[in-house]
């Protein structure tokens, strides 16, 4: 996520597209928070649908709606453009967040110890373990290895882009992976991290480490998920462990799966295809969009933003889940304000770093700057800082985000429906497995 990385430039936008758009991501966080929690009981387990949930479900609609108005009054695809873009920096004032609350509770992150280390490998083995088997078995080819490698996010598409090409089979299962990501990885993650939760059978701190995917979007809804379920004090726990999670997947990310998940995944393909491709019927099914040009669109989440957006995206998420904070906790505006004022200013510190050194992760170098702000001692008033900070509750910035996630689906979806129903099955399913095989490992340590 550094600024350097970035190549499509965000459409123009008058004024009252602006107000516009800030009006409807209001609406949607407002209607959400109004709406709250509800719970559905689903055999041994139940589903919880938190209020960012329901703001996936409100933006589309709200979306969907607007995309029918008159010229200059709805939401058309350039507006819908740039609260993507607006959507990838507003992820982090909640990073900003989960990192205060490391610095605070290092000594529960220590005593995690080598449960946080080794749940890595689930993370990164996790999508081959269950996606290339299922891949392999409906038929798909080389597609699987580009779809299963990995969650396939932004470095995932750099590395097969450049040893394969996007317009390779590998490539257009990388691809897949991306936009079923996009699109609706945020709500299943969520959806099935909070199922496994309630069935009780992992220890909350296990399902926390397996909700660090390396994704922004699906780290919030998984630990938004899990942590509503959970008593403030664990809560504040699992949030904290799956951020040094997230931390860990994404620095060490792009290394691992170039180096040992790649390999390892093209290893097993050779293996595995003579013995279950045989299993499936007619031909295979891939995942190529319907021209070159779809398979080398520009992600979503690739948009470069000057720093007046940027900055901008942070104080609307600030703002916004301020209001949620208002609603969903019943904390004065004005109480916390301050506390999210320090988070707004430490966004606008790792930014101004990022000119600098533009070359780090955007994630590692914000983690490090709130991890010390909020290690008690550590700063002049740093016990200020934390009491401050500690007004502002974690789950409201997830329903600012998922809400902008909402209001920006409807572009991708065209390129969502030319993918092929298996491969999708597939991207979920290595979703699945990359979540499922941290919490298993993490489980084993505790």
């Not at 462990?241 to 860990?248: I, P």
């Amino acid at each position: 996520m550094s600024h350097a990385s970035a190549s499509l430039a965000a459409p123009s936008m008058p004024l009252s597209g602006r107000i516009r758009m800030l009006a409807a991501i209001l609406l949607v966080v407002v209607i959400s928070e109004a709406i709250g929690s509800a719970t559905f009981n689903v055999g041994p387990g139940k589903i919880v649908l938190q209020p960012m949930l329901w703001a996936i479900f409100i933006g589309a609609v709200v979306a969907a709606f607007g995309q029918r108005l008159p010229a200059g009054l709805g939401i058309d695809t350039a507006m819908q453009t740039r609260i993507s873009g607006y959507l990838q920096y507003a992820l982090l004032p909640f990073l900003a967040k989960l990192g205060l609350m490391v610095g605070g509770a290092l000594p529960q992150v220590r005593e995690a110890g080598w449960a946080l280390v080794f749940q890595e490998f689930g993370h990164f083995f996790g999508t081959m373990a269950i996606g290339l088997p299922l891949a392999l078995l409906l038929g798909i080819k080389r597609e699987a290895i580009g779809a299963t490698f990995s969650v396939g996010r932004e470095p995932s598409l750099a590395i097969i882009g450049e040893r394969y090409g996007m317009n390779s089979p590998e490539g257009r299962g990388v691809m897949a992976e991306y936009i079923t990501g996009t699109v609706i990885g945020a709500l299943f993650v969520a959806l099935m991290a909070g199922f496994i939760t309630s069935l009780n059978i992992f220890d909350p701190r296990s399902l926390a480490m397996g909700a660090g995917v390396g994704s922004g979007s699906m780290m919030a809804a998984g630990v938004g998920a899990i942590a509503s379920q959970q008593t403030p004090e664990v809560a504040h726990q699992v949030a904290a462990l799956a951020a040094a999670a997230n931390l860990l997947t994404t620095v060490v990310g792009v290394y691992f799966t170039l180096f040992i998940s790649l390999p390892t995944t093209i290893f097993l393909y050779d293996k595995l295809e003579p013995v279950l491709g045989r299993y499936s019927r007619g031909k295979a099914e891939t995942a190529a969009v319907a021209d070159d040009s779809a398979a080398q669109e520009t992600p979503a989440h690739g948009v470069k933003m000057g720093f007046g957006d940027r900055l901008t995206a942070y104080v609307i998420c600030g703002l916004f889940a301020l209001v949620g904070n208002r609603l969903g906790y019943n904390v004065p505006f004005a109480d916390a304000l301050p506390g999210m004022g320090i988070i707004i200013l430490l966004v606008v510190i790792a930014d101004l770093v990022l000119r600098v050194v533009p070359k780090l992760p955007a994630v590692f170098v914000l983690s490090l700057i709130a991890m010390t702000a909020g290690c008690p001692g550590v700063l002049p008033y740093s016990d200020q800082i934390i009491a401050l900070v500690g007004k502002v509750n974690f789950l409201p910035f997830t329903t600012v985000i998922l809400a902008m996630a909402g209001l920006s689906i409807l572009k991708d979806l065209p390129a969502f429906r030319k993918l092929g129903w298996k491969i999708v099955v597939v991207s979920l399913a290595a979703n699945a497995g990359t979540f499922l095989g941290a919490t298993m490992i993490a489980e084993f340590f505790h």
